[in-house]
C-alpha cells in the first residue's frame, strides 16, 4: 500500500491569524467574540516529498513518538488516525493521506460524495447589542444578513439569542430575541433561520420565545437550556403541537455522550453538534454510524475559523445525516483556500487533493 512507502521524517508547528469581515458580537454567555484571533497548524512531511497540515498542535514527545513511522502505522483511510497519540494529527494525517493517494478527503470516505453541501451561515450575532459603545440595533443585525447572503452567498442564517439572561432585562431581551428574528424573516421571506440559545433560556423564556417565532422558518432550536431528559421532553411536547419539523440540536459545549445517546435514543435530540476539532476529525467518522443507526441527524460545530467549515464539509460530502454545516466567514491569513465557493446557500467541495487547501505563508512555532 502507498501510504507504507511513505515515512514521517518532519512534524512542525505552525501559528495563523483568522480576520472575520467584521466585528462579531455577543452571544447569550460570551462578550464580543472579536475579529478573529490566532490558530495552531500542524505540518506533516514525508521522506518521499509528500507533505499535509491542519489544525492541531503536536507536543515534543508525540513528534518522537511519530517521527521514523510509516504513514500507514498511524494512519488508515478507511478509519482515519489509528491511535489517540495521533490526536493532534488528525486533519493534517487526513490531507497528507489524500495527497499520497491522489483524492480528496471525501472521496477517500466515500466513493460518491456529493459535490457540494448545504452550509448556513453561523455568525449572526448580538450586534444590535455590539459594542457597547455603539450598539447597531436591529438595523445592525439586518446589515450582517444583507452581506452575508448577497455578498456572501448564505441562505440560511443562525440567530444568537437569550438576551434576557445576562445582557438585557428579562422582558425587554425575550422582546428583542423575537423582534431580531422576525425582522430577519420579514426581510428574507424564504430563508431559513435556526436559533442558537447557547443554553440560556429556561423552559419558560424558551416557550414564550418560540410563541413568538415559530411561524419564521425555524429549523432547528440549538443549545435552548442545559439538555436534559424532562426538558427535551417538554420541548418536544411543544413542537409536536406548533411546529413538528423543527430539529432540536445539541451537543456543542461540553457534551456529555451517554446523555447526548439517551436523548437520542428517546428522540429527543435530532441533530448532534459536538465540535469537529474538539471531537475529532477520525471520531467523527466513526460516529456518523452511530448517527445513522440512530436515525437522527448531525452538524459538526464549525465557530471559531472557516477551516472548520471546510473540514466538517468533507464530512458532510461523504456521510450521509449531514443537512446542514456551519459555515464561518472568515479568511485566515496565508492560507489559500479559494477553491471553496458558496453560492446559493451551497458550499462547493473542491477536487483537489487532501482538504484542497494550500500552506502558503505561516509562522513556525516550537
Ligand atoms: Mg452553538
Redesign the pocket.
Same mark, same amino acid.
Given at each position: 500500500m502507498e501510504l507504507a512507502y511513505h515515512k514521517i521524517i518532519e512534524i512542525n508547528n505552525k501559528r495563523a491569524r483568522n480576520r472575520y469581515p467584521r466585528l462579531y458580537g455577543k452571544n447569550s454567555r460570551l462578550p464580543e467574540h472579536s475579529y478573529g484571533g490566532d490558530c495552531y497548524l500542524v505540518e506533516i512531511k514525508t521522506d518521499k516529498g509528500a507533505s499535509g497540515w491542519g489544525l492541531g498542535r503536536c507536543n515534543e514527545e508525540i513528534k518522537l513518538k511519530m517521527i521514523g513511522k510509516s504513514v500507514s502505522e498511524v494512519f488508515d483511510p478507511n478509519i482515519g488516525i489509528l491511535s489517540p497519540d495521533a490526536r493532534c494529527l488528525d486533519f493534517a494525517l487526513h490531507d497528507l493521506a489524500g495527497k499520497i493517494l491522489k483524492l480528496p478527503v471525501s472521496k477517500m470516505m466515500c466513493d460518491t460524495p456529493l459535490a457540494s453541501v448545504n452550509c448556513y451561515d453561523g455568525a449572526i450575532y448580538m450586534n444590535d447589542i455590539s459594542p457597547d459603545t455603539r450598539p447597531g440595533g436591529i438595523d445592525a443585525i439586518l446589515e450582517n444578513c444583507r452581506y452575508d447572503y448577497y455578498e456572501l452567498g448564505y441562505h440560511w442564517f443562525k440567530i444568537k439569542v437569550g438576551r434576557s439572561g445576562k445582557w438585557m432585562e428579562y422582558n425587554e431581551g425575550l422582546k428583542r430575541d423575537i423582534d431580531v428574528v422576525r425582522a430577519i424573516h420579514k426581510e428574507f421571506p424564504d430563508a431559513i433561520l435556526l436559533v442558537?440559545a447557547?443554553d440560556a433560556y429556561t423552559t419558560d423564556s424558551l416557550f414564550k420565545f418560540l410563541d413568538g417565532v415559530i411561524d419564521c422558518n425555524i429549523y432547528w432550536i &440549538? &443549545?435552548p437550556f442545559q439538555e436534559s431528559v424532562e426538558g427535551f421532553q417538554l420541548l418536544r411536547e411543544y413542537l409536536a403541537k406548533h411546529s413538528p419539523k423543527t430539529l432540536i440540536a445539541d451537543g &456543542?459545549?461540553n457534551p456529555d455522550l451517554p446523555l447526548l445517546m439517551d436523548l437520542a435514543q428517546k428522540k429527543l435530540i435530532d441533530v448532534f453538534?459536538m465540535d469537529v476539532e474538539g471531537y475529532g476529525f477520525t471520531n467523527w467518522r466513526s460516529m456518523m454510524k452511530t448517527v445513522n443507526e440512530l436515525q437522527i441527524s448531525a452538524s459538526p460545530?464549525n465557530?471559531g475559523q472557516k477551516l472548520k467549515t471546510h473540514y466538517s464539509a468533507h464530512l458532510a460530502a461523504s456521510f450521509q445525516g449531514i443537512d446542514t454545516i456551519e459555515g464561518v466567514p472568515d479568511l485566515t491569513e496565508g492560507i489559500d483556500f479559494d477553491d471553496y465557493q458558496l453560492k446559493d446557500g451551497y458550499l462547493w467541495v473542491p477536487d483537489k487533493y487532501g482538504f484542497g487547501m494550500d500552506m502558503i505563508w505561516t509562522h513556525s512555532i516550537s
Open positions: 442558537d447557547n &440549538e &443549545e &456543542e459545549f453538534l460545530h465557530w
